[in-house]
């Protein structure tokens, strides 16, 4: 079974610009998350998605957007990017929301300049 | 919400079991334990979560204190793919999703040949 992907790998943007990033779940699994990883801030969540409705949303600002679409795949957004945002963006599916046996993906290098 | 502490770093040996410890004295009676782990350049790892009881599967075993205020991550011989940042999460509940997961700074294993 094909495990958690995600494109692209690796990207480079500008301040100000924005950015779209995508993730395709494990075949059968119905809930995403996003992850923030940064050297200081280590790993933060995001949001998750469930049935292509957003359960729950971490301390971020309105920047920061997702959804997901029928087949479980998702995307995530940041608007008018920063330096800051420079980051390891994760993904991680499950079979349903939950705690448990989060599979992560191998995760989307973000630079800003 | 309760709080975990590991130590920054550990070292063993390649094939010697290695018992990767973390305390959570803040420990509420719902709180489930899970391990993730992390290896460089890719994303975190599910390895094995618990509630009261010791847990075992193909990766690790869980030991859990009796008073449920510490809890040890057991490799029972560790290979140099080991190597990695292991991560010591409370949740509250059975569910809820995956806002539940904050990850700390972890302990940073290092296996030596």
């Known amino acids: 079974k094909a495990g958690v992907t995600q494109t692209p790998r690796y990207l480079i943007k500008t301040r100000g610009q924005q ?21 200081g801030q280590g790993l933060q969540f995001l949001f998750e998605y469930f049935s292509e409705t957003q359960r729950n949303k971490g301390n ?8 997901q679409f029928s087949n479980s795949r998702s995307e ?9 945002d420079s980051a390891l963006y994760l993904c991680a599916s499950s079979l349903v929301p939950t705690v448990y046996e989060q599979y992560f993906g191998p995760g989307t290098r973000l630079t800003v300049t | 919400d309760a709080k975990t502490t590991q130590p920054n770093s ?8 290695v018992h990767l410890p973390c305390n959570h004295s803040t420990i509420s009676g719902t709180d489930y334990i899970h391990w993730y782990r992390q290896l460089p350049s890719q994303g975190p790892e599910y390895v094995i ?11 690790a075993s869980l030991a859990i204190a009796e008073d449920r205020k510490s809890s040890t991550l057991i ?3 560790a290979t140099l793919r080991d190597a990695a940042v292991y991560y010591c999460i409370l949740t509250k509940g059975s569910g809820g999703g995956a806002d539940g997961l904050t990850f ?5 294993l290092i296996i030596q040949p």
């Open chain 1, 60 to 67: 971020f600002p309105g920047r920061f957007s997702g959804r």
């Open chain 2, 104 to 108: 700390g700074k972890g302990t940073h």
């Open chain 2, 49 to 59: 979560h618990g509630l009261t009881s010791n847990v075992n599967n193909r990766m």
């Open chain 1, 76 to 84: 995530m957004n940041v608007s008018t990017l920063e330096l800051g």
């Open chain 1, 19 to 39: 950015v779209t990033l995508s993730c395709s779940p494990i075949s059968g699994h119905r809930s995403v998350s996003w992850y923030q990883q940064t050297p």
């Open chain 2, 10 to 17: 550990m070292e063993s040996n390649e094939e010697e079991p």
């Open chain 2, 75 to 77: 490799l029972h011989r």
